[in-house]
């Protein structure tokens, strides 16, 4: 597994939160505004204990249900790349709409790049009602693994 070697010190030089006292990002919300001229800007909102304030990520382009949901897996995946200090990079390879198991699911697929490596991922996600909160939800789980041993392990109730 690919796994980056994060600095200790910020460029602006300040000092970089370790591991051992991070926790994982939370999704506060995500929506979509349809503006005028065929436009869509989707926003994701994630919190972390590290932020001073949330982390929030648009994406804007054309409306059309295929671009719609890119816009939601390019803004959450802009987000990963900002927590994760640019020791990941990510390309979205692309996000469909499908059904399985009788249940409607959204598939999205990356490239994450780590140093000179690169791995293909597939992330799923079960679409109830909201395919932007789908999309979002199946970027997050294709890119979970590489993601998580940089922001650190779950929180644990002691």
Request: net charge negative; charged share 25%.
């Amino acid at each position: 597994m690919l796994l980056p070697d994060l600095p200790t010190s910020a460029a602006d030089g300040e000092a970089i939160v370790p591991q051992s006292e991070r926790s994982r990002l939370r999704l506060v919300r995500c929506q979509i505004e349809r503006r005028p001229a065929a436009r869509s800007r989707v926003s994701v909102e994630f919190e972390g204990p590290w932020f001073t304030g949330p982390l929030v990520c648009e994406q804007e382009g054309t409306t059309c249900p295929g671009g719609d949901l890119r816009l939601a897996a390019r803004a959450t995946l802009d987000a990963l790349t900002t927590a994760t200090q640019d020791a990941l990079r990510f390309d979205l390879v692309g996000v469909k709409p499908s059904r399985a198991f009788d249940t409607n699911v959204m598939l999205v697929a990356v490239m994450v790049h780590c140093a000179d490596e690169s791995t293909k991922v597939l992330g799923v996600a079960v679409e109830e009602d909201n395919d932007v909160l789908a999309t979002v939800r199946a970027t997050l789980h294709a890119v979970n693994r590489f993601v998580s041993p940089i922001l650190g392990p779950l929180p644990t109730t002691e």
